[in-house]
């Protein structure tokens, strides 16, 4: 004993004195740098420092395990002892280690033309860490160091900029995993949407221009754009009823019009009103975000959204929880322009309000691969290409969704969802839903007081819908849907797929071509 309680107190301080040794590269100027390798992705200082100090405890409990067993008469009470200290220096090494946070002046590096560094001043004073800008071939980037960024309105990042955090949020080996915040950038929003009643979509010209980028928190992406490497936090805590139909509210979005276009019926009739924004029941308005045109070659990729809620959060929690409307939404352009190559990649978002992914009016060419979305209150990926010009050519690969519908308490969605669309391809996706005892059957064929109007909650994996929300199908369209996995989120071993859980559903006389195999 007279042996092990000195030692054991000595590697304990060693091991914070240690740990504190190895936090320095990363904590003193909050700019850990980070490498790159295109076919491994990226590797962080943090993570190699979280790595070398799990290694160091490591060694420390193997020496302390001989010394307990030699040293003390009765083992089990040594061994007792060393994990207690042990844990007690697991826990105290991060004490006053929280990471720093800044206000929202940030956001005029970004929006603004000029390329230059800038030193930060946290919130509780001293200095912080810096921003760093260089311009290579035209384009702007920002390397954005450990912190937590306040974020209070829709920050416009202008055509040829790229922002880019310290590191990677999302494990590869599991999406779930929250990552360590010593080395990771966070944008959180300062305000959110509270009330169902709030105007949020311009229906009946009730908002005025310019309204929507103060409550839609989060980045309006325009063309040859980049944004990697970041955590963002909403604080939405409902879906208006006027955002119902969906126009957006996305943490990230394209320029193009405010309010949704026509979406109630079907899209034949709406070919000559391809310009100019409508709301949902068809009423013209002049409402945009950005220039209201299409733009090209966006990149969202390694992006983490809304994950403060604890793993396991119960339904209730889900329901009453911070999170965003949607997490990437492309818009509907106001001179019906296309938006070409907008590239979602290893995106993971735990919470929104509305839908995950969607792609709306005229997208082309575009991709979502490797995402994993979970908890949303309408489908996780949608193509809603409703009655634009030539919604084609984009595709949706080896993608997780789970639990859609829950924040609406699953009034409405399913993992995939069309509305509309000259050509998509989905494939590869993995879909986590609700068990079959729990999916509410009595929705079928024409819904119930749980899932209105048909049979659109959690009962397929994908849902090809026609005769609503615009929806178009022009001649020889095809909707490729195939190789996908509709699975139990409660045992995943377990597939869903049943005669009244198909794959896939579509509505009676849809003019939806769907193509099953590759």
């Known amino acids: 004993r007279s042996v092990l309680e000195p030692l054991q107190a000595g590697v304990a301080a060693m091991v914070q004195t240690t740990w504190g040794a190895l936090a320095t590269e990363v904590d003193e100027d909050g700019s850990a740098q980070h490498l790159i390798d295109e076919s491994l992705g990226p590797t962080s200082h943090g993570q190699r420092l979280r790595g070398a100090r799990r290694a160091l405890l490591g060694l420390f409990a193997g020496v302390l395990f001989v010394v307990a067993l030699v040293s003390s008469t009765k083992p089990s009470q040594g061994l007792a002892k060393l994990s207690g200290g042990l844990l007690q220096a697991w826990k ?12 929202s002046s940030w956001k005029a590096l970004i929006s603004g033309s000029s390329c230059s560094d800038r030193t930060l001043t ?11 800008c260089e311009r290579r071939s035209g384009v702007r980037y920002f390397k954005f160091p450990v912190g937590k960024f306040d974020i209070d309105e829709q920050v416009v990042v202008p055509a040829n900029t790229a922002i880019e955090g310290n590191a990677n949020p999302n494990s590869k080996s599991d999406k ?9 950038t966070y944008f959180v929003a300062t305000t959110g949407i509270s009330d169902p009643e709030a105007p949020y979509c311009g229906t009946d010209n009730k908002m005025q221009q310019g309204d929507a980028q103060k409550f839609r928190i989060g980045f309006l992406l325009n063309s040859y754009t980049t944004v990697r490497n970041i955590n963002f936090q909403g604080k ?8 119902g139909n969906l126009c957006g509210g996305g943490v990230f979005e394209t320029p193009g019009c405010v309010s949704p276009g026509f979406g109630d019926g079907v899209g034949a009739g709406w070919e000559s009103k391809r310009t100019g924004c409508y709301d949902h029941t068809g009423k013209p308005n002049n409402l945009i975000t950005g220039d209201g045109k299409g733009v090209t070659d966006v990149v969202i990729d390694s992006v983490r959204l809304n994950d403060l809620l604890p793993s396991g959060a119960s339904q209730e929690a889900l ?9 990437v939404w492309v818009a509907m352009t106001q001179d019906g322009s296309a938006t070409k190559n907008v590239k979602v990649t290893n995106l993971v978002s735990m919470l929104t309000r509305g839908d995950g992914i969607n792609f709306h009016g005229n997208v082309q060419d575009s991709l979502v691969e490797d995402c994993h979305i979970e908890n949303t209150g309408d489908d996780i990926y949608a193509f809603w290409g409703a009655y634009a010009e030539n919604p084609s050519g984009s595709v949706f690969r080896n993608n997780v969704g789970k639990n859609p519908g829950v924040t609406r308490n699953y009034g409405y969605g399913v993992c995939v969802a069309v509305y509309g669309a000259k050509d998509v391809t989905i494939t590869g996706t993995k879909c986590f839903d609700r068990s079959q005892p729990d999916w509410n059957p009595g929705q079928v064929p024409s819904g119930n007081d749980a899932c209105l109007h048909g049979a659109y909650c959690n009962s397929c994996l994908a849902y090809v819908h026609d005769g609503w929300f615009g929806a178009l199908y022009p001649g020889g369209n095809q909707i490729k849907i195939y190789g996908n996995e509709y699975l139990d989120m409660s045992n995943p071993q377990n597939s869903l797929q049943t005669a009244d859980r198909p794959l896939i559903r579509s509505d009676p006389n849809s003019n939806a071509q769907v193509v099953t195999n590759g």
């Open 319 to 327: 329901v009453a929880g911070h999170g965003s409307q949607v997490a």
């Open 176 to 184: 779930t995993t929250k990552p360590c915040e010593s080395d990771q």
């Open 236 to 243: 939405d805590t409902t879906r208006p009823y006027d955002n």
């Open 92 to 103: 105290t090494q991060g004490a006053g280690s929280q990471i720093p946070e800044y206000d």
């Open 122 to 132: 946290p919130k509780s004073g001293g200095q912080g860490g810096k921003i760093t």
